[in-house]
């Protein structure tokens, strides 16, 4: 079982939609839970990141962490042409310099 | 401030060549990853370095060398090419005392070994 699954996508949505993205993942020590975005031929950008369990908000960007079902969620409100790209999650134990990425979920935003 | 820069963008080479990436850093970082990304694999640490004069293995180290002489650099070699190793390698870098999720991440370097 791969330490982090995500699916890969792509998923389209029309403008203004509500886009969730989700990962799971199997190992119980991870404390930090992040969220890259990707734009086409360029480096990751982090997005946002919580440690531990709950909720975190940006903007139209929410991060949720339910560390009891080993799950994790971003959600972008009134999406945007610009928020078309590869979403990547990934998660690290404490004090460890690794992280472990999903392979990454291609959303569009179609005008 | 140009942040992460990686040289060069793309490159092609035949199996059996050797190659050094360059990656370059003015953030006064301590540490730096390279990471591969391959289409359905996601990104894999392939060494990092906790400062200056150091280099650990990450995730798939092998057929990779690695060195740190200068706090803003960080070379990835490899020695004799493989089709294997064709891919897209990003450098990242964050500052000591940072969170692990702050990592910066340069443009990329695309390579294809032919």
């Known amino acids: 079982q791969k330490e982090v699954e995500q699916d890969p996508g792509p998923l389209s949505v029309p403008e203004g939609a509500i886009v969730s993205l989700n990962c799971t993942y199997s190992?119980?020590?991870?404390?930090?839970f992040m969220w890259y975005r990707q734009y086409s031929r360029k480096g990751p950008e982090l997005l946002m990141y919580?440690?531990?369990?709950g909720n975190k908000e940006d903007g139209r960007f929410t991060a949720q962490v339910d560390k009891s079902s080993k799950y994790i969620s971003l959600f972008i409100r009134d999406s945007q042409p610009s928020d078309s790209a590869t979403y990547l999650c990934a998660m690290s134990r404490y004090g460890n310099n690794r992280l472990a990425f999903g392979k990454g979920n291609q959303v569009v935003v179609i005008p | 401030n140009a942040g992460v820069t990686q040289t060069p963008k793309f490159r092609v080479l035949k199996t059996g060549q050797s190659m050094t990436l360059l990656c370059a850093q003015d953030m006064n970082h301590e540490y730096m990853y390279w990471y591969r990304q391959d289409p359905g694999m996601g990104l894999r640490l392939i060494h990092y370095s906790v400062g200056e004069g150091t280099t650990a293995k990450g995730e798939v180290p092998d057929g990779y060398n690695v060195s740190r002489l200068k706090k803003q650099n960080f070379l990835l070699g490899l020695e004799s090419a493989a089709p294997s190793q064709t891919s897209v390698y990003f450098c990242a870098s964050r500052r000591d005392g940072g969170v692990v999720a702050e990592q910066y991440f340069g443009p990329g370097t695309r390579l294809t070994v032919t």
């Open positions: 190992n119980s020590a991870f404390q930090y």
């Open positions: 919580t440690y531990s369990s």
